[in-house]
């Protein structure tokens, strides 16, 4: 955990401790973790609150019990029961979905709206029900008033789906230049609000059918811009992001805005919150807390990397940033590299350094369009392809004898018996048997096989008494049998002989 204090107000970080790549083995992470100390410093606020790649959307049900993730890859979606602290279901979807909109309190009825004009409803059991919207959806919100889905497109129509009938409505045309870029219902006053590419905000409602006021937000960032976040906390107060990156405070019985927060950085605003009386805004490279009254500063948080959504959980000052990397929450500072002891090559490298007949063993760990790679295995192939021809012979001498040397330190040792057995067996064969040994150890496939450590074979060990135990028994029983075949064997020559 991380403690900052910008602007004299403490911020804890739960997760700023660095992760682990989940293929690493727990032996691995164990060690790792014994070795850096700040390993150990993560909290793990709700089990398993991760996605594999990204994150890009989350969303909260109304009754405050389950946490939604939507992230990919594959894309999916992720329900977090919060009495528990753990993942409660995980469904793959065919694609990625932009937003996710609960229609009942719980988690048992969702809506998603997803890439390719589809829009999926959820059931508790799952899956339910899939359809195509006439246009590409920009955004998706529940007007729990008239029991529709309504579906802000590329386009200037607001399409609604009701769910009671099970069709779509006649969509109503709004003064939307190009496209619909955001909407969203108040719940207070059942008032749609929505956004469009031209620094406008309409106000529609829905027992009406009809737009019943238009705010011009244009000359208050400087120009034509479009509405990237609107976010009602009352009957009255409208709260509206911008791509310019200004956040604007509206009472929506006034033309003007009551205050105007620049952020600065130029990105377009995807949330906002509100907190007691402050405001929590976000744009994709930091998190601003300011006052409503007058937008002086608060506090800030730059997590370092993009943030695609921010979700203020309601009555507390926990804050959850859905990031361009795996773990929710995240927003690490530090420098290392996250896989330090580990190097991504893509198929075309691999080949290149000889490393092709890799692909499928536990040498390598696909990744994406890639591969990861022991840091030392890669530098030593890359040794080995780069050295002159001396070099390169060095090279495999170097490994030949460590390989040697860590079969002498970790095998079984035989016994006299076994090994006046095999001096027996003539210098061709112990000459084979070396040949073979060499194309073994110097094969890139199994070579590592005989100098890593967790291979090592410990003579103290309990494991390695028990084995050896067996070892001896079945020795002492095969030496029985051969001992009662030679003794079959005289008994047979010498029933011969009397018979003759």
Not at 271 to 278: N, P, Q
Not at 308 to 332: I, K, R
Request: one cysteine or more; hydrophobic letters at 40%; aromatic letters at 8%.
């Amino acid at each position: 955990m991380q403690v900052i204090a910008p602007n004299s107000v403490k911020i804890y970080n739960l997760l700023h401790a660095q992760s682990l790549p989940d293929w690493l083995s727990d032996r691995k992470k164990r060690q790792l973790r014994k070795a850096d100390p700040s390993l150990r410093q993560s909290i793990q606020l709700v089990q398993d609150l991760a996605m594999p790649n990204l994150c890009n959307y989350l969303a909260l049900s109304p009754d405050q019990q389950y946490l939604f993730l939507l992230g990919v890859y594959k894309p999916r979606m992720n329900c977090y029961e919060l009495a528990n602290l753990s993942l409660k279901f995980e469904r793959c979807i065919d694609s990625p979905a932009h937003k996710l909109v609960s229609i009942s309190e719980d988690y048992s009825k969702l809506a998603l709206l997803e890439a390719e004009r589809w829009l999926e409803l959820h059931s508790q059991q799952g899956h339910h029900y899939k359809l195509r919207v006439p246009a590409e959806g920009r955004d998706l919100a529940w007007c729990s008033w008239t029991g529709e889905l309504i579906v802000a497109t590329a386009g200037q129509q607001l399409h609604r789906l009701n769910l009671e009938l099970g069709r779509f409505m006649q969509p109503w045309t709004t003064e939307a230049a190009v496209e619909n870029y955001r909407c969203a219902e108040c719940p207070q006053n059942g008032l749609l609000f929505v956004g469009t590419d031209d620094a406008k905000v309409q106000a529609w409602d829905p027992r009406a059918k009809a737009a019943v006021a238009t705010l011009d937000v244009g000359p208050e960032v400087g120009g034509l811009s479009s509405v990237s976040c609107l976010r009602p906390r009352d009957h009255v107060t409208l709260g509206v992001g911008m791509a310019t990156g200004h956040a604007l405070i509206y009472d929506i019985r006034e033309r003007r805005p009551c205050v105007v927060k620049d952020h600065r950085y130029g990105v377009a605003v995807h949330s906002i919150a509100f907190h007691g009386d402050k405001v929590i805004s976000s744009d994709s490279k930091c998190v601003k807390l300011w006052h409503q009254a007058d937008g002086s500063p608060y506090t800030a948080v730059e997590p370092g990397v993009n943030i695609n959504h921010m979700l203020h959980f309601p009555n507390s000052g926990l804050l959850m940033l859905a990031c361009e990397q795996p773990e929710v929450e995240e927003q690490e500072r530090t420098e290392t590299v996250l896989y330090d002891n580990y190097k991504f090559l893509t198929r075309e490298q691999l080949t290149s350094l000889g490393l092709s007949s890799l692909i499928g063993t536990e040498y390598l760990r696909a990744f994406m369009h890639g591969f990861f790679i022991d840091s030392r295995l890669y530098e030593r192939a890359k040794l080995a392809l780069s050295g002159t021809g001396a070099d390169t012979a060095a090279l495999r001498r170097e490994r030949l004898r460590e390989a040697t040397d860590g079969l002498a330190a970790g095998r079984i040792r035989r016994t006299e018996a076994a090994a006046g057995a095999a001096a027996a067996a003539g210098d061709a064969d112990a000459a084979r048997v070396n040949r073979s040994l060499v194309g073994v150890v110097t094969d890139a496939r199994f070579g590592d096989m005989f100098r890593r450590e967790e291979f090592a074979v410990d003579a103290e060990s309990e494991e390695f008494g028990r084995l050896d135990q067996l070892r001896r028994a079945a020795a002492k029983k095969e030496k029985r049998r051969k001992m009662a075949r030679e003794k079959a064997g005289r008994a047979e020559r010498l029933a011969a002989t009397a018979n003759q």
